[in-house]
């Protein structure tokens, strides 16, 4: 018998813990929390009394799966405007760098967004958020990237820490202030690199929203060398860097994130096997963005074979944005993961799981099934659990827990 009575115990349940590569399958088992933190699970059958002695509400769960809350790690759904003339544009067959290179793009996101208010960001900002909710998600990344100037770019982190308060999902910030180089600096990039690392990123800290800085190492943002010079500023500010790495062209960007000591480098349909096996030697999370290379018409894939033999992590996520990826459906990317970029489903579970949580410096706190970590669930009305990469249709989720509570969507 546990010491105290549990909060709630679901019973009736088959569990994927997340702990190992074949998902920590626990048939016939049952989950119980106390407070914020899971605090028991295993088989139903070695429960210690009767569910109706053990905790306050016991919840039957009639043979469902559960699974952590997943975890998207990489998205930009804070943003103003949208991007449908990019989409005609590019149906006519101009090429997402061409169209980056003419104005279009993140730039006419980026005046979009300079222009609304707060509040105009905020409202389908959240409504984005419920959305990936809708499909278990429990942790959003959120990155800025869109405001490419002083003043806006808090703004933008300003707004997604506040999601927090419009659904059940945490909001992990991220800086993106180096997304492309803004008109205003051309000609003089470094003088907008300096306003980065002098001005932006101790300002956001300051503030105290980010948790990471980003940065888009492309032909059509960043260099190598200024990448670098960002990342390390931030890095040594005490923020988890991450990377746009190696997505149109290679530009060494999964070497680069591994020498800088980041946690993640993103896209990497052109990753170098010299890359993979940096990433793999630093322990650098590949983060695998499978709705951008779908809606982009991407003729490259990430060199999954080669990261999975190398041992690199491969996380997954949405990208959730107006221009490359405007997709909030889980379920969709995950198909598409498996699909298109070859993952199996148990790889692509974990990558929404626990390969993100590690991505977010959260592996100690959630995306698995573990006694101590946060009460992070989500309940899937599926035989299978490979039925959530198969089917691409409404949401299988049937509950959610969110910091042990259970939530309504």
Same mark, same amino acid.
């Given at each position: 018998?546990?010491?105290?009575?549990?909060?709630? *115990?679901?019973?009736?349940?088959?569990?994927?813990?997340?702990?190992?590569?074949?998902?920590?399958?626990?048939?016939?088992?049952?989950?119980?929390?106390?407070?914020?933190?899971?605090?028991?699970?295993?088989?139903?059958?070695?429960?210690?009394?009767?569910?109706?002695?053990?905790?306050?509400?016991?919840?039957?769960?009639?043979? %469902?799966?559960?699974?952590?809350?997943?975890?998207?790690?990489?998205?930009?759904?804070?943003?103003?405007?949208?991007?449908? @003339?990019?989409?005609?544009?590019?149906?006519?067959?101009?090429?997402?760098?061409?169209?980056?290179?003419?104005?279009?793009?993140?730039?006419?996101?980026?005046?979009?967004?300079?222009?609304?208010?707060?509040?105009?960001?905020?409202? !389908?900002?959240?409504?984005?958020?419920?959305?990936?909710?809708?499909?278990?998600?429990?942790?959003?990344?959120?990155?800025?990237?869109?405001?490419?100037?002083?003043?806006?770019?808090?703004?933008?982190?300003?707004?997604?820490?506040?999601?927090?308060?419009?659904?059940?999902?945490?909001?992990?910030?991220?800086? *993106?202030?180096?997304?492309?180089?803004?008109?205003?600096?051309? #000609?003089?990039?470094?003088?907008?690199?300096?306003?980065?690392?002098?001005?932006?990123?101790?300002? %956001?800290? =300051?503030?105290?929203?980010?948790?990471?800085?980003?940065?888009?190492?492309?032909?059509?943002?960043?260099?190598? #060398?200024?990448?670098?010079?960002?990342?390390?500023?931030?890095?040594?500010?005490?923020?988890?860097?991450?990377?746009?790495? =190696?997505?149109?062209?290679?530009?060494?960007?999964?070497?680069?994130?591994? %020498?800088?000591?980041?946690?993640?480098?993103?896209?990497?349909?052109?990753?170098?096997?010299? #890359?993979?096996?940096?990433?793999?030697?630093?322990?650098?999370?590949?983060?695998?963005?499978?709705?951008?290379?779908?809606?982009?018409?991407? =003729?490259?894939?990430?060199?999954?074979?080669?990261?999975?033999?190398?041992?690199?992590?491969?996380?997954?996520?949405?990208?959730?944005?107006?221009?490359?990826?405007?997709?909030?459906?889980?379920?969709?990317?995950?198909?598409?993961?498996?699909?298109?970029?070859? *993952?199996?489903?148990?790889?692509?579970?974990?990558?929404?799981?626990?390969?993100?949580?590690?991505? *977010?410096?959260?592996?100690?706190?959630?995306?698995?099934?573990?006694?101590?970590?946060?009460? =992070?669930?989500?309940?899937?009305?599926?035989?299978?659990?490979?039925?959530?990469?198969?089917?691409? @249709?409404?949401?299988?989720?049937?509950?959610?827990?969110?910091?042990?509570? !259970?939530?309504?969507?």
């Amino acid at each position: 018998m546990p010491d105290t009575r549990w909060d709630r *115990l679901w019973t009736d349940v088959h569990l994927a813990t997340m702990t190992d590569p074949s998902l920590g399958i626990v048939r016939d088992g049952a989950i119980a929390t106390s407070g914020d933190r899971i605090a028991w699970l295993g088989k139903a059958a070695a429960l210690p009394a009767a569910p109706e002695q053990l905790a306050a509400e016991v919840i039957p769960c009639g043979g %469902a799966w559960l699974t952590p809350g997943f975890i998207d790690c990489h998205t930009h759904i804070v943003f103003g405007g949208d991007r449908t @003339g990019d989409f005609r544009r590019r149906l006519r067959g101009e090429s997402y760098a061409g169209i980056a290179r003419a104005g279009g793009g993140i730039m006419s996101t980026v005046r979009a967004t300079r222009e609304a208010s707060n509040e105009e960001l905020t409202a !389908p900002a959240a409504a984005r958020a419920r959305e990936l909710s809708a499909w278990g998600v429990t942790t959003i990344e959120v990155k800025s990237g869109y405001g490419l100037d002083f003043d806006t770019e808090l703004r933008m982190l300003e707004v997604a820490a506040g999601l927090a308060h419009h659904g059940p999902a945490d909001i992990s910030p991220t800086l *993106l202030a180096a997304h492309t180089v803004p008109p205003e600096y051309a #000609g003089r990039r470094d003088d907008y690199v300096r306003l980065v690392v002098d001005e932006i990123i101790p300002a %956001a800290l =300051d503030q105290g929203h980010a948790r990471a800085i980003d940065v888009f190492c492309e032909d059509i943002a960043f260099t190598p #060398g200024e990448s670098r010079a960002i990342l390390e500023a931030g890095i040594a500010a005490g923020l988890h860097g991450r990377l746009h790495a =190696d997505q149109l062209t290679d530009q060494g960007g999964g070497a680069l994130a591994a %020498a800088v000591g980041a946690r993640s480098a993103d896209h990497l349909e052109y990753l170098s096997r010299g #890359g993979v096996h940096a990433m793999a030697e630093a322990d650098v999370c590949a983060v695998l963005l499978p709705g951008a290379a779908y809606t982009l018409g991407a =003729d490259r894939r990430p060199p999954v074979g080669t990261l999975r033999r190398a041992g690199v992590t491969m996380a997954l996520a949405t990208d959730a944005n107006p221009g490359s990826s405007p997709i909030t459906n889980v379920g969709m990317i995950l198909n598409l993961a498996c699909i298109l970029f070859g *993952l199996t489903p148990e790889e692509a579970l974990l990558g929404f799981t626990a390969s993100a949580a590690k991505v *977010l410096g959260l592996e100690h706190d959630r995306g698995r099934l573990e006694p101590g970590k946060r009460a =992070d669930l989500a309940l899937w009305r599926v035989g299978d659990l490979a039925e959530l990469c198969y089917w691409m @249709g409404p949401s299988p989720l049937k509950a959610l827990v969110s910091d042990g509570l !259970p939530v309504g969507l």
